[in-house]
């Protein structure tokens, strides 16, 4: 048996847009940004969370890259959840050290990763036989 | 002074892939769907409530559409909501009787919509003076 959840809501841009998108949706949600956006070497930044502990972030993409939204499937067992949901019709697009990226039906991207926030897993998970 | 909340996250596709894309959702997230789909003439159908009140949606869209993820920012006033994202930074896409979409400075679609779920939209909505 292992759990998963929607843990993170992201939305990606390339630099030519990041920042101008950033400080749009940081101004959106009246939240804060951190002082230097996103380090290099880690192209995340957090938001806010959603009611219900629902991550939201910004990702910085690779130049050229189109804009998106991507949702995270969170786990406590990557390969298991994985397994899950290509049998459910999802494909690998790419296997990462600690995550997925995969594919639904139709096209759209998504990934699974590991546990993000313990707390919220725990409360909000879903156990799978 | 006006309220909004991220009310929807919406997983959209066109009809060739959407039938597909619906069932695999629905696995993915163990919820049922209903019998027939969505109608015809209101292209939404509702998977289920992420904890914190926030609805996850399928939209059918029209044929070729490329499918993608947007956000619905929920709110008691529409007119005064995307005045206010207009003046971050976001633009208008398309104007219609009861809701807005718009584009991120980036580029990426979100629709401003009325309330959807009063009692999650009071328990949950920022408001902006």
Do not use: K
Not at 4 to 13: N, P
Not at 83 to 92: E, I, K, N, T, Y
């Amino acid at each position: 048996m292992h759990r998963s959840r929607i843990g993170v809501v992201l939305i990606d841009h390339p630099p030519e847009s990041y920042d101008a998108a950033a400080a749009f949706w940081a101004g959106a949600r009246g939240s804060e940004r951190g002082p230097d956006g996103p380090p290099a070497e880690n192209p995340y930044e957090s938001l806010d969370r959603l009611p219900g502990g629902v991550m939201l972030e910004l990702q910085r993409l690779g130049p050229g890259t189109p804009p998106r939204v991507h949702l995270d499937l969170e786990t406590d067992d990557v390969p298991a959840e994985v397994a899950r949901v290509v049998a459910l019709g999802a494909r690998v697009v790419e296997e990462h050290e600690s995550y997925t990226v995969l594919a639904d039906p139709g096209g759209v991207p998504f990934c699974v990763v590991p546990v993000q926030r313990a707390e919220d897993f725990e409360r909000h998970a879903t156990t799978w036989p």
